[in-house]
């Protein structure tokens, strides 16, 4: 893994991304198999998690990848308060328990290694791979790649119709675009990673009763729009880390 890392960042960043998807993917069969939900998902997200935060610390790339406290104040960050309001989208529509406790254990345990293995494949090393010779594409390229990812869902057992999926493609670009920024303004993925798992584990208590089509377009525009001044005030008054 060091030698394919010393030899290109990009490539180590998309073969990470690969397995990332195709584990998962499995993973959604067996839990099927099983019975138990995310319980398979959930087990292999700790071994790479485990195996990724291991690989960092080895080779010191933990402040490189932004594992590591901000050196800009949070104050300037408006203290996370527009990303708290964020992360906050799956109890908009009413609160509901999805899952038996057995169940909500491993989503809990799945969602905490899913928000810190995406933001650092997609937000880590994929943006800062590309970002060493374009900031502005490393930004866009990140984003949506990160969004196109959600589409693994309508194949990969999961049962998300169209409709949701495209719901939640749509705003893993946009929440993607605010997490890359955050990253590039602080030089931290910590904000991105707990806001990222804080999101997927409210997601156990989603209603989805009376969630009509109108709702989530709403909802999402409401997402666009707080995202939107989020960063723009941040672009304009942040400083840029040094890529």
């Known amino acids: 893994m060091k030698k394919l890392y010393e030899k290109n960042e990009l490539t180590f960043a998309l073969v990470w991304i690969g397995i990332y998807c195709v584990l998962q993917s ?10 138990i939900e995310n319980f398979v998902s959930a087990i292999l997200g700790i071994i790479q998690t485990i195996v990724l935060f291991s690989f960092m ?5 933990l402040e490189k990848y932004g594992l590591c406290k901000s050196s800009v104040s949070a104050h300037r960050f408006l203290y996370y308060i527009p990303l708290i309001i964020l992360a906050s989208n799956n109890l908009w529509n009413g609160v509901t328990v999805n899952y038996s406790w057995l169940e909500m254990v491993c989503h809990v345990c799945l969602m905490l290694c899913v928000g810190f293995i995406e933001e650092l494949i997609f937000r880590g090393f994929l943006f800062r791979a ?17 969004g196109i990812g959600h589409l693994l869902n309508l194949v990969n057992g999961r049962g998300m119709g169209l409709v949701a999926n495209l719901f939640q493609v749509m705003g893993a670009i946009a929440f993607g675009f605010l997490f890359v920024i955050l990253f590039y303004c602080s030089g931290s993925l910590l904000p991105c990673i707990i806001a990222h798992s804080t999101i997927n584990i409210l997601s156990a208590f989603t209603n989805k009763t009376g969630l009509t089509v109108e709702k989530r377009i709403a909802f999402m525009l409401i997402e666009f729009i707080i995202i939107a001044i989020y960063v ?3 672009t304009k008054t942040l400083p840029k880390n040094k890529i």
């Open 26 to 35: 499995l993973a959604n069969s067996l839990n099927e198999i099983i019975g």
């Open 57 to 61: 610390q080895q080779n010191r790339l």
């Open 130 to 146: 590309i970002a060493k010779d374009n900031v502005k594409i490393a930004i866009i390229i990140s984003s949506i790649t990160f």
């Open 232 to 234: 723009f005030i941040l």
